[in-house]
């Protein structure tokens, strides 16, 4: 599952063992989250140039939409139907692709299960969105910190984690949350996963990971894994797990975590992975790079250059003008005659959301 990016990484930039803390509220240019839809293809969602979508069938991401707000967070429903939390609120995708809104608040993210929906509101909390009524979900039990990831079980179960407040259940029809700490240890939690025999996982920061199984009452640390700082997990269908990491590289098992594997060439801060069908894999880095998974060896994926391109305009003057995402950049054409060491290429200057 996907970190929530903005509201952990504070934290993690002011650790005792980092020398620079990065303010709240600089986010990536690049990838924003990885989400495998129902028909296991990949979304791949940006901060400027909008949705692309990448499917098994053939393996090259390809720009799929542009988006109406700078996006937090995307999940998708039973039905395969999308939803995207941003900054201007929560919204939904409707059968045309048109994103129609469902509140109005910042939203940090959405996480859907079966029935219904819960998402994040800045400053809000958590609600339960279900046959279009949305209702705040109870606090009572719960720590007054930011839920830091959250899943509904099929249960109608509601599963939060918090960084350093561990992991809390919230059973159907309750009114109070019941701490689920026993047996774990480390309580910085980043990320939850589920699996499809029902397993949880929470990944920790400094503790590697953990899994409560279906009839045990506590958790169990992975003691195999030699990775500790855990940013990201994902569990495909077939049991297969991906984690991510700050700067311990990219780690799989194909067992259910007795064995693990790491061989990425990828040491930089994990945002977010995906496990798709036939050992197919993402995963996306703090500085907005793509990488895949497959035939068992990570590359990194070129996705942005070329497949974003909006509009082209060409002045009486010779000014070119491309639209790219939310980023227009210009030059002049033809160059001036100059000297063999004058680029080769035209001197492109960019303008983003109207600033220079």
């Known amino acids: 599952m996907t970190i929530e990016w903005s509201s952990w990484r504070r934290a993690l930039w002011c650790l005792p063992l980092v020398l620079v803390c990065v303010p709240a509220g600089i986010a990536s240019a690049g990838v924003v989250q990885l989400l495998l839809t129902s028909d296991d293809c990949l979304l791949v969602l940006t901060q400027e140039q909008g949705l692309f979508r990448e499917c098994p069938e053939d393996l090259r991401p390809r720009w799929q939409a542009e988006l109406p707000e700078r996006p937090a967070a995307a999940t998708e429903t039973g039905t395969g ?3 995207l939390a941003t900054r201007g609120g929560l919204l939904r995708q409707d059968p045309g692709g048109d994103w129609v809104p469902v ?11 079966a029935a219904h929906c819960v998402a994040k509101f800045w400053g809000r909390g958590l609600h339960r969105l279900d046959r279009g009524e949305i209702s705040r979900v109870t606090t009572e039990g719960l720590p007054p910190i930011p839920v830091q990831d959250a899943l509904l079980q099929s249960d109608g179960s509601l599963i939060a984690a918090g960084f350093g407040t561990g992991v809390y259940r919230l059973g ?5 949350w019941e701490p689920l700490h026993a047996g774990l240890d480390n309580r910085q939690v980043l990320a939850l996963a589920e699996s499809p025999e029902s397993s949880l996982y929470a990944a920790t920061f400094g503790g590697g990971l953990y899994r409560l199984d279906p009839g045990q009452q506590a958790w169990a640390r992975l003691e195999n894994l030699p990775a500790t700082d855990i940013t990201a997990i994902a569990v495909a269908s077939d049991g297969h797990i991906l984690l991510g990491t700050r700067r311990q590289g990219l780690w799989w098992s194909t067992d259910a975590g007795s064995h693990w594997s ?10 977010s992975v995906a496990l798709g069908p036939a050992g197919l894999g993402w995963a996306a880095d703090d500085a907005g790079e793509l990488y895949r998974l497959s035939d068992a ?15 082209v305009a060409v002045d009486d003057e010779g000014t070119i003008v491309i639209l790219q995402g939310r980023t227009l950049f210009r030059t002049r054409y033809p160059l ?3 000297g063999p060491s004058s680029p080769r290429r ?8 109207g600033s220079q």
């Not at 159907?172 to 109070?176: F, K, L």
């Not at 790491?262 to 945002?271: A, F, K, M, Y």
């Not at 060896?297 to 509009?311: E, I, K, L, N, S």
């Open 346 to 353: 035209p001197p492109w200057t960019t303008q983003r959301n």
């Open 103 to 113: 509140a109005a608040a910042a939203a940090a993210w959405v996480r859907c299960g």
């Open 336 to 338: 001036p005659a100059t």
């Open 172 to 176: 159907p029809g309750s009114q109070r």
């Open 262 to 271: 790491s061989d990425s060439g990828v040491d930089g801060l994990i945002v």
């Open 81 to 83: 139907q999308l939803w």
């Open 297 to 311: 060896q990570w590359r990194r994926v070129a996705f942005r250059d070329g497949f974003a391109t909006r509009a």
